[in-house]
């Protein structure tokens, strides 16, 4: 939320104090008025077993279990860095998204990985125009959603470095250089770069909102957490390819991106971010990111649930540390990202994913003492106290 604050009032001020004195103060007002209605709510505690909440989610729409095949080719010496993009329906976008990564003015070696995931719309014969190409692998397979898309690139991929870019978006000529030189130079594990948000309607260009991050602590994060104020996009960055080795995104499940934050972030030992924008993000009512938020009634919004069981499996499997950051990341995904997701399903299934949540956030809650943000501590609070009113309002204000 106060970094939604902190971009607009730097669109418009230009002046990163202003923005950042602004953002704080609207951030201020925000928490003002959840404490205004933290003091009139009512605390009802939910007396449902977490057995029983199990078994309703089950019956109602079951672990859908998508894991991925891993194949990891020799990294090539000769190639600095692989770029992915996976491909479905976009024929009157896709080729100005291909030329831009190809018109690259860059000293390092990349290739181009285009997977056509089952385009039914032409897409897939522009595609194909690519296959000739030096710098392009074409791969055409049947329809597997994103995730599966980009796992097909990942699984292709002999960069030293990898980059994601999706099939609606436009890169700027300067994308490759700038992370790469920076990834390089300074051995990054993930190097980041700033975007546009580019709001998008009836084909026309509404609004630009340059998303350049201060590099202040704005979310107050108390273990020493910086990668944690930054967006888990998969895009706008680059990994080392070793990074993805025993990682793949959830397909099958909506928000399979949120393993960024999840996976990648905990890896990472050196992170550099650029405060130079890049990659334009297209955002309009069409977008799948877009209209996948307002499809709260729809079953597969619980994919929620099981990808953060898929993303903590992977967690324990990779041997990550269950440290401070691990745990403010695990209370945000069990509050700020899962209830307004969910908010308009069915009170009963709300309620069993709430117990749920609050069985995790047990499991997993370390034993010694954690600095949390005060917004952190009160979701902490909730749902220790299994207090589902309090869980949804500081849910919605963070």
Not at 38 to 48: A, D, G, M, N, S
Not at 58 to 67: I, K, Q, S, T
Not at 91 to 115: A, C, D, G, M, P
Not at 123 to 149: C, E, F, M, T, W
Request: glycine fraction near 6%.
């Amino acid at each position: 939320m106060i970094y939604g604050f902190y971009f607009r009032f730097f669109k418009a001020t230009h002046n990163k104090t202003l923005s950042i004195i602004f953002s704080r103060l609207a951030r201020l007002v925000y928490l003002l008025i959840f404490q205004a209605k933290r003091l009139i709510l009512k605390h009802p505690k939910t007396t449902l077993s977490e057995q029983d909440a199990r078994a309703r989610i089950d019956a109602f729409y079951p672990d859908p279990h998508g894991r991925a095949a891993v194949s990891n080719p020799p990294i090539d010496d000769a190639i600095d860095l692989s770029v992915v993009v996976p491909i479905y329906n976009y024929v009157v976008l896709i080729e100005k998204n291909i030329e831009s990564i190809l018109n690259q003015k860059t000293q390092y070696r990349f290739e181009l990985i285009l997977v056509d995931d089952g385009s039914t719309d032409g897409s897939r014969d522009i595609v194909l125009r690519y296959q000739k190409h030096p710098n392009v692998k074409v791969i055409l397979q049947d329809n597997q959603g994103i995730a599966g898309a980009r796992n097909t690139g990942i699984n292709h991929a002999s960069g030293k470095y990898l980059m994601f870019v999706d099939c609606d978006d436009e890169v700027h000529d300067d994308l490759v250089e700038t992370l790469m030189r920076k990834a390089l130079s300074e051995g990054c594990d993930i190097a980041m770069c700033a975007h546009n948000l580019c709001k998008e309607r009836d084909g026309q260009v509404y609004q630009i909102i340059p998303n350049i991050y201060p590099g202040k602590n704005l979310l107050g994060y108390k273990n020493g957490d910086e990668i944690m104020n930054y967006a888990g996009l998969p895009w706008c960055k680059v990994y080392k390819r070793e990074m993805w080795n025993q990682v793949r995104f959830l397909p099958g499940y909506w928000y399979e991106d949120s393993i960024i934050q999840f996976l990648l972030f905990p890896q990472c030992k050196r992170f550099a971010y650029i405060p130079k924008v890049c990659y334009d993000y297209r955002w309009y009512e069409n977008n799948f990111s877009h209209t996948q938020g307002d499809r709260s009634t729809d079953k597969k919004t619980i994919d929620r649930y099981w990808v953060l069981l898929g993303m903590l499996e992977k967690y324990e499997e990779l041997g990550l540390p269950k440290d401070g950051q691990f745990y403010t990341l695990l209370l945000k995904h069990l509050s700020m990202y899962y209830y307004p997701t969910i908010a308009g399903m069915d009170n009963e299934i709300v309620e069993a994913l709430f117990v749920l949540a609050c069985g995790l956030l047990r499991q997993y809650r370390p034993k010694g003492r954690c600095k949390l943000p005060y917004i952190l501590r009160v979701t902490e609070k909730a749902m220790l106290s299994e207090d589902i009113e309090l869980w949804k309002l500081v849910s919605m204000y963070q």
